[in-house]
């Protein structure tokens, strides 16, 4: 190695090490005297007890200060915590490991499997909190990509490095259409944030929505509800920098994350906790700041390219939530999940009228595009008159229009579901889409 390679790492060589004394804890806060260090820096606290029973540390990030106090927020649980513990500053922000060997595992937000198995020494640490590409370095999105979900494919189609937003209440199918499109997508490698889930669900998804097939090409960030609120927004963001470490090198990435509201929310305990006043529904400003700062980061870069999934769970299925309205803005389209055809056994439970793929016709023939519009027609006229065909009030031939959408309302519901092992390609969805299309001519 040349003198001149040397400089950079010697630089890059702490000399000096600051420290500090906590002072005070207040809910998730702590406050200490010191050390010397900036926002977002990590700082190791040492408890006493690690004098007792062997070396213990406890991480924390600098998310504020007080006058001339530090404000600390930790990774983990603050019960070894006491006033005078040293506070030592690192220099460093928050890092995770990214690499090959995580594929097919559950990493936590540091890229450590939690199964406790051991990663190469030598795995890539990246830093989770990056800026978005510069804009006039983004490709654009001009080829779709297969997802493996007929209802998307074909009537919702996708491009590589778009950004999609599935949006749904509790227990209408969101875990199990991400498992769909991860099984089916013909994306290069599939990175999947659950953020703020039961602690159950994570091996549940990964065994029974992913199961062996999706799992041999994704790597699982999960940071569970119980875990710390710093915790989970970094589990949000680390998932987003190991997929942004594979964009760089040259593949086309498959990121979906579960859920955004649960990073939002996470943020809001965080901004309540350092003295955000609260804003829209009790949410924090900075809840709305950083949503397009994670959000963006996504899509396409002159290597590669990542195209997103983010569900958004909407609270009593009111799709005018704040956050829902706010990542709605952000996205390049949304997929709407209905619990009216859940009900009816309808999966996937796409309604497909209040969804939209805002780059769909960008992206797609003018053959695929005219089928598209014409079923859409169909489904639209049909729903229209649902209510006068229930009560027997609509008579047969009132309507050209309403007895074409009539005659061929069960052949769109057929195309339109999906059985959750059922496999079939772009080609083939647009190909039943067309066909379907010429025969209502």
């Not at 220099?91 to 594929?103: C, L, M, N, V």
């Not at 950004?163 to 990175?191: H, P, Y």
């Not at 899509?299 to 829902?324: H, K, Q, R, W």
Request: hydrophobic share 40%.
């Amino acid at each position: 190695m040349k003198a001149a390679d040397l400089i950079p790492h010697v630089r890059s060589i702490v000399t000096a090490k600051y420290y500090g004394k906590v002072k005070k804890v207040i809910g998730l806060m702590i406050e200490t005297t010191g050390p010397q260090c900036s926002i977002g820096e990590i700082c190791y606290i040492h408890p006493l007890s690690s004098t007792k029973n062997g070396e213990k540390t406890i991480m924390a990030e600098v998310v504020g200060f007080n006058e001339d106090r530090v404000v600390l927020m930790p990774f983990t649980s603050m019960h070894d915590i006491a006033p005078g513990n040293l506070v030592e500053s690192t220099g460093r922000q928050f890092e995770t490991k990214a690499g090959d060997a995580q594929i097919g595992k559950i990493v936590d937000p540091l890229g450590i499997p939690i199964d406790g198995t051991e990663l190469p020494y030598d795995m890539k640490m990246v830093n989770v909190e990056k800026l978005p590409p510069n804009p006039m370095s983004r490709q654009p999105i001009t080829e779709p990509i297969e997802v493996g979900v007929r209802a998307i494919d074909a009537l919702l189609t996708v491009g590589k490095g778009q950004r999609m937003g599935i949006f749904a209440g509790s227990g209408v199918g969101k875990s199990t259409l991400l498992g769909m499109i991860a099984r089916n997508t013909k994306a290069d490698i599939n990175i999947i944030a659950l953020v703020g889930e039961r602690g159950r669900e994570v091996r549940e998804f990964a065994e029974k929505d992913l199961g062996p097939e999706g799992m041999k090409k994704s790597i699982i960030v999960a940071a569970t509800s119980d875990q710390p609120a710093l915790m989970r927004i970094k589990g949000a963001s680390a998932a987003t920098a190991i997929a942004e470490y594979y964009r760089d090198k040259g593949f086309n990435v498959m990121l979906m994350m579960d859920s955004v509201t649960r990073v939002a929310m996470a943020q809001r305990e965080i901004g309540l906790a350092v003295g955000e006043p609260p804003a829209t529904k009790g949410y924090t400003p900075s809840v709305f700041s950083i949503l397009p700062k994670l959000l963006e980061r996504t899509g396409t870069n002159e290597y590669g390219s990542i195209t997103a999934f983010y569900t958004v769970l909407v609270e009593g299925d009111d799709m005018n939530d704040p956050i829902a309205d706010t990542v709605r803005g952000i996205l390049d389209g949304h997929i709407v999940l209905d619990r009216m055809l859940a009900n009816k056994g309808h999966f996937p439970s796409i309604n497909t009228l209040k969804s939209i793929s805002r780059l769909m016709n960008y992206i797609i023939p003018t053959a695929h595009s005219n089928a598209a519009n014409k079923i859409r027609n169909l489904i639209s006229t049909y729903e229209q008159a649902e209510d006068l065909v229930n009560i027997g009030a609509y008579k047969k031939g009132s309507s050209k229009d309403i007895d074409q959408a009539i005659m061929f309302n069960p052949l769109i519901n057929s195309l339109l579901c999906q059985g959750v092992n059922e496999k079939i390609g772009l080609s083939a969805s647009v190909g039943q889409l067309e066909e379907l299309s010429e025969k209502g001519e």
